[in-house]
Structures are given as C-alpha cells and as structure tokens.
Nanobody, 121 residues
Framework: QVQLVESGGGLVQAGGSLRLSCAATASIFNLNPMGWYRQAPGKQRELVADITSSGTTNYADSVKGRFTISRDNAKNTVYLQMNSLKPEDTAVYYC???????????????WGQGTLVTVSS
C-alpha cells in the first residue's frame, strides 16, 4: 500500500511563502485525486486543494489565488505552493489520496503524518 510523507512545513511570517511536498512510496500516476487537507486547533479537517491524474485542480475559496497544487508523476510527489500566507493558514497540513482495494472493491483513504505550518502576524 502506498504511503505518503509530507515535508516543508515551518514557521513563517504573514505574507511569506512555503512549499509543501508529499512524497509517495509508490507510483502516483493512477492515484486520483491527490490532495492537501489542513486541520487547525479546535477545528475540523478541511480540504485545501486537490488535483486529478489529468491535472484538474480544485481549491478551497479561502486559498484561491494564493496556493497552487501540482504533481510530478515522475518523482511520485505532490506539491503545495503557498504564497501570501495569513495567520489563519496556521494548521497541520496533510497529504491525502485513495487506493483501490480489489478484495473489497472499495477505496481506502491514505493519509500522511502531517506537517505543521505556523504563520505569525
């Protein structure tokens, strides 16, 4: 089963930028979609952005125009470029995808361990 490992989080001032990476342990070519979620303290996990195998992207309204999701199938990696960061972007960011389980004919959600992004005002 594919595993996801996030990196790139850290502390940044408001207005700054960070790039998150999500490295998969297996080919992501057919993984569809691949996405980034975030969870702030005391809040539910929410979708930030996702990207299909054909490259179609989807963004939460709160990050449109500031964040860009991309995928490099050759490197089995998905990226989240975050610009113009705001304190409200502070959260643990998780990479996500789903894999098909032939035995049960269902899809299984796969999550990374998360990477913390802290934006100071």
């Amino acid at each position: 089963q594919v595993q996801l490992v996030e990196s790139g989080g850290g502390l940044v001032q408001a207005g700054g930028s960070l790039r998150l990476s999500c490295a998969a342990t297996a080919s992501i070519f057919n993984l569809n979609p691949m996405g980034w979620y975030r969870q702030a303290p005391g809040k539910q996990r929410e979708l930030v952005a996702d990207i299909t195998s054909s490259g179609t992207t989807n963004y939460a309204d709160s990050v449109k125009g500031r964040f860009t999701i991309s995928r490099d199938n050759a490197k089995n990696t998905v990226y989240l470029q975050m610009n113009s960061l705001k304190p409200e972007d502070t959260a643990v960011y998780y990479c996500n995808t789903q894999t098909y389980v032939p035995l049960t004919r269902t899809y299984l959600a796969v999550w990374g361990q998360g990477t913390l992004v802290t934006v100071s005002s």
